[in-house]
């Protein structure tokens, strides 16, 4: 163990495994020899097989000691090459992963690592090989379990619309998509700004009503992310991964809602300029994205409605809560009902 706390086995990898408990790794990362890429001169290595079939079968009992110690809620993600073989392409990473699929392992994602600065490749009778296929999985029993935040590895969006100022949204269209059957939309008519830097729009609906919304960031998560408390235990639940600490624990967990913004202390900002609604329109009209001949495809990208419809704000669920406690929550309520 080193200064930092962490534990590195160096040697056989299935001894190296036998010394770890069931259910202790959150993630694992890795990239194994490739058949018949290194030779490392050790009588046990692994990827001088004698064929790719048995170097398959290699991996996969390796996969299988991995599947053991990987918690049910986490993540696998593996980095396999492809070789060649008599001028033929093998599919040694696909082969292997329908393998690993057929051993209790569920794919998600196959991800491609493109190497814009790969080694060039002196054979001329083909094109050159430029990525490699990282695939993500979990444990089959584990698919609808396992913890993976998005949000944590998002980019900021950069497609040249992105809200100026708080007045540019004055005048631009809403849509309440709460209503199911009955979707409103709406105009910005005034824009606000709270002592705490909240931008409050006030928006005028179709049917003459009038209310304050909060404005978003695009930039950001729109839902705001929420902690939960056990009833029973009593400690916060602050992620996917502490939900499944709680199975034992009878009751649903209560959320710990944040302060309720106040209107009261609103002030009006006024626009530095002159805005005409006829300068949306003409912003719509020459909007030539992939959404132009076909708007009902554009399903509910933030970045899709402000493309095409000039969609700044969008009224819908506030808080964003942990989807294993919806689940859970939906099935108690439909076992209920059946056995009403």
Same mark, same amino acid.
């Given at each position: ?31 194994? &020899?490739?058949?018949?890429? $290194? ?81 060039? *490749?002196?054979?001329?009778? $083909? ?5 490699? &296929? ?5 444990? $089959?029993? *584990? ?5 993976? *935040? ?76 929420? @902690? ?25 967990? @209560? ?8 209107? @009261? ?35 509910? *990208? ?39």
């Amino acid at each position: 163990m080193n200064e930092k706390g962490v534990i590195i086995y160096v040697g056989d990898v299935f001894k190296a495994l036998n010394l770890l408990p069931n259910n202790i790794v959150d993630c694992i990362i890795t990239s194994p &020899p490739y058949w018949k890429q $290194r030779n490392y001169n050790h009588p046990k290595q692994i990827g001088q097989e004698k064929n790719y079939l048995e170097y398959i079968e290699k991996i996969v009992e390796v996969f299988n000691q991995l599947k053991r110690v990987l918690k049910p809620t986490g993540t696998l993600f593996l980095n396999i090459g492809y070789k060649y073989q008599d001028k033929e392409l093998l599919l040694i990473p696909e082969l292997i992963a329908i393998e690993l699929q057929k051993n209790g392992w569920s794919l998600l994602n196959k991800i491609v690592w493109f190497k814009p600065n790969a080694m060039p *490749s002196s054979i001329k009778s $083909r094109f050159s090989n430029v990525y490699e &296929p990282i695939f993500l999985f979990v444990k $089959r029993e *584990s698919k609808y379990k396992y913890y993976l *935040s998005l949000d944590k590895l998002r980019l900021p969006a950069n497609n040249g619309i992105n809200i100026k100022s708080p007045e540019d949204i004055l005048g631009y269209e809403v849509q309440n998509s709460l209503l199911k059957e009955d979707k409103i939309k709406g105009k910005v008519i005034k824009v606000f700004k709270t002592s705490n830097n909240h931008i409050i729009a006030e928006v005028l609906w179709e049917n003459g009503k009038t209310t304050f919304e909060v404005v978003q960031d695009f930039d950001k998560e729109s839902q705001l992310p929420i @902690e939960l408390v056990c009833p029973k235990c009593k400690k916060t639940i602050k992620s996917e991964i502490d939900v499944y600490t709680h199975n034992n624990c009878d009751g649903f967990p @209560e959320p710990i809602l944040p302060p309720k913004i106040s209107f @009261e202390d609103k002030v009006e900002l006024k626009p530095s300029k002159l805005l005409f609604i006829t300068d949306i329109n003409f912003k719509k009209r020459n909007y030539e994205g992939k959404f132009k001949l076909s708007p009902e495809n554009r399903g509910a *990208s933030p970045g899709a409605r402000k493309s095409l419809f000039g969609e700044y704000l969008v009224v819908q669920r506030r808080y964003k809560i942990f989807q294993p406690i919806i689940a859970d929550y939906l099935s108690y309520w439909r076992k209920k009902e059946v056995l009403l």
